[in-house]
C-alpha cells in the first residue's frame, strides 16, 4: 500500500532546464549544421519495427512513424524519402515553455525564401533546411542573433 507521500514522489514533474527570455535566446543561438544530408520517410508501425535504423527523430502520425535520418541510410533500407535537407541544431538552450524562439526564427529564414522544418527536443531547436539553402540559413541565423545583441 502506497501513501499521498509516495505517490507525490512517483509523479514529481521535472522542469525543464534552459532559457525562457526571447532576447537571451536570440542572442546565444549559435547555430551548428551537420555535415550529413538528412531525408524524411514514413513507415507504418510494425515495419518501424522490423528495420533497423537509427533515425535522428521520430513521430507518430495517424498515417504511419515519420523518421528523419540520413539519406545514406534511407537508401540503404530501400525506403521512400523526401526532402534531402541538412540539420541545423540551434545550440542555445532553451526551455521547452520558451515563447515565440521557433516563431522569430522561421518568420526570419521565410523572408529569406528557405523552407524549414523545426523540431524541438528537451534542450535544442532543430531544423531542416533544403541543403542548397543551408549556408544561407546559417547566414540568416547568425545575423538574427547579430542583430539581438
Same mark, same amino acid.
Request: with cysteine; charged share 15%; proline share 5%.
Given at each position: ?15 525543464p532546464?534552459g ?21 524524411f ?20 502520425? !495517424?498515417? /504511419?512513424?515519420?523518421?528523419?535520418? $540520413? +539519406? #545514406?541510410? %534511407?537508401? &540503404?533500407?530501400?525506403?521512400?524519402? *523526401? ?14 515553455? !520558451?515563447? /515565440?524562439?521557433?516563431?522569430?526564427? $522561421? +518568420? #526570419?529564414? %521565410?523572408? &529569406?525564401?528557405?523552407?524549414?522544418? *523545426? ?14 539553402? !543551408?549556408?544561407?540559413?546559417?547566414a540568416?541565423? $547568425?545575423?538574427?542573433?547579430?542583430? &539581438?545583441?
Amino acid at each position: 500500500m502506497t501513501g499521498k507521500g509516495d505517490r507525490e514522489a512517483n509523479s514529481q514533474q521535472v522542469l525543464p532546464p534552459g532559457e525562457t527570455r526571447l532576447s537571451h535566446l536570440l542572442v546565444g543561438l549559435s547555430p551548428e549544421l551537420d555535415s550529413e544530408v538528412y531525408v524524411f520517410a514514413q513507415v507504418l508501425p510494425h515495419q518501424l519495427a522490423q528495420l533497423v535504423l537509427s533515425p535522428l527523430g521520430q513521430f507518430q502520425e !495517424a498515417e /504511419g512513424v515519420t523518421v528523419v535520418l $540520413t +539519406q #545514406a541510410e %534511407a537508401e &540503404a533500407a530501400q525506403l521512400p524519402h *523526401a526532402y534531402p535537407c541538412r540539420h541545423i541544431t540551434l545550440t542555445v538552450q532553451s526551455n521547452l515553455a !520558451a515563447v /515565440g524562439l521557433l516563431a522569430t526564427v $522561421t +518568420q #526570419a529564414l %521565410a523572408a &529569406a525564401g528557405i523552407s524549414v522544418n *523545426a523540431m524541438s527536443a528537451y534542450a535544442h531547436d532543430h531544423l531542416f533546411v533544403p541543403c542548397d539553402r !543551408a549556408d544561407a540559413a546559417i547566414a540568416v541565423l $547568425t545575423a538574427l542573433s547579430e542583430a &539581438a545583441r
